[in-house]
Antibody
Framework: QLQLQESGPGLVKPSETLSLTCTVS??????????WVWIRQPPGKGLEWIGC???????FYNPSLSSRVTISVDPSRNQFSLEVTSVTAADMAVYYC????????????WGLGTMVTVSS | QSVLTQPPSVSAAPGQKVTISCSGS????????VSWYQQLPGTVPKLLIY???KRPSGIPDRFSGSKSGTSATLDITGLRTGDEADYYC???????????FGGGTKLTVL
């Protein structure tokens, strides 16, 4: 069963860049039938779709975050990554990576999530 | 403000049935598949329903989904206290070119 694992700093200073990586195990990130997603959930709040990337490198971002977000993929490491620039307290959340199915868009596999705190 | 609209909360007694609605538009639910996710307290969201009305392996048939026009519905029958969770609908929005979620509905089993 394919698994996803987020990794990265749990603490980021305001105005700096948040960087997270999702490692795909027991499966290939180069699948043409799936794509790779970042989602976040602020404490006590709902889910927010950040963006996604296909194995081709094509990306789609939430318009509300697109000016600060970059998602990239490294097939050689079976990883995809998230960068959010100029973070503020509003970016504090649990960040999840997930796998989406092309054409039907359900997210069938999720990572355990990683909490990112924004504080000086 | 979520693109998809869900009631913030619903409640019902054990054994009863509850319905959770998810309202969207022609740029999302109206033309795309809807999925539903269950997030038990302190856990990772789990896919509950995909392609509007299909259940992944291991999801009991007490959970069912449907879609009509620009709205979708999640029905849960034979409620159990273990069903207490937050439920989210999700789909793709062809105007925004991104995935979208509803704001979530907290289910309380009284």
């Amino acid at each position: 069963q394919l698994q996803l694992q987020e990794s990265g700093p749990g603490l980021v200073k305001p105005s700096e860049t948040l960087s997270l990586t999702c490692t795909v195990s027991t499966g290939s990130i180069s699948s043409t039938t799936h794509y790779w997603v970042w989602i976040r959930q602020p404490p006590g709040k709902g889910l927010e779709w950040i963006g996604c990337i296909f194995s081709s490198g094509t990306t789609f971002y939430n318009p509300s975050l697109s000016s600060r977000v970059t998602i990239s993929v490294d097939p050689s490491r079976n990883q995809f990554s998230l960068e959010v620039t100029s973070v503020t307290a509003a970016d504090m959340a649990v960040y999840y990576c997930a796998r989406g199915k092309s054409g039907v868009d359900d997210l069938d596999i999720w990572g355990l999530g990683t909490m990112v705190t924004v504080s000086s | 403000q979520s693109v998809l609209t869900q009631p913030p909360s619903v409640s019902a007694a054990p054994g009863q049935k509850v319905t959770i609605s998810c309202s969207g538009s022609s740029s999302n639910i109206g033309n795309k598949y809807v999925s539903w996710y269950q997030q038990l307290p302190g856990t990772v969201p789990k896919l509950l329903i995909y392609e509007n009305d299909k259940r992944p392996s291991g999801i009991p048939d007490r959970f069912s989904g449907s879609k009509s026009g620009t709205s979708a519905t999640l029905d849960i029958t034979g409620l159990r206290t273990g069903d207490e969770a937050d439920y989210y609908c999700g789909t793709w929005d062809t105007s925004l070119h991104t995935g979208v979620f509803g704001g979530g509905t907290k289910l309380t089993v009284l």
